[in-house]
């Protein structure tokens, strides 16, 4: 089995930003990286997305402040506020499609994941909503990662990797993650996987059936519930 990794770097962007950004260069790599409002604001942080998307990789909203997953009050001011109020601060950095990323407790996809009201959000902003399937706990383990990555991308034909760039250490060990994916004969491409996307522009892609949220309990799409 071949396999392919598309690499995601959530919750920047912070001082290690600019590292992962040289790092990537160095080898031609692309990337995706999902951002949080209030990183965005510090001193530093435009300037930072601006470099991503000049060296060619994707920037997506990744939430205005990353507090509560938003399936677990499924609030529509908290909804509206999270997801369009740091749409808003993307909007003159981030030409193109809307990109946004969810965020589970510690990575997991469940129920927590988006409500309701933020499902609703997405699809009337009409945001390409982007999962993952691969997450190392780069966070949890800044050393033994890599090893980690390694055996799940080879466990499936196309993962999207989760990591961060934060000051957890785990960035170190980005280029010798990249040499053995190259050395494994694995390749890294920019596009994501059609299993990680449930929304495309707002619409409803084939993988949005297998999500487990809890707005799949009335699951229909608009274009159902009209019927
Ligand atoms: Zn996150």
Redo the contacts with the bound molecule.
Sequence with gaps: MSHRVTLSF??GPSSVTAQVLDVLRERGVPASF?V?GKSLQRPGGRQLVERALADGHRVGN??LT?ATPLGVRDDPDEAFREIDGMGELLADLVPGERFF?P?GGG?VIDENLLGRHALERLEQGGFTCVLWNSVPRDWENPAGWPDVCLADVRSRPWSLV?L?DLQTGAMERLPAFLDALEASGIEIVHELPPDCVPLRNGRRTPSFASLPLAAQRDGRSPEQRRE
């Design positions: 959530d919750n999902f949080v990744h939430s990353h990323r965020f990575g989760v961060h």
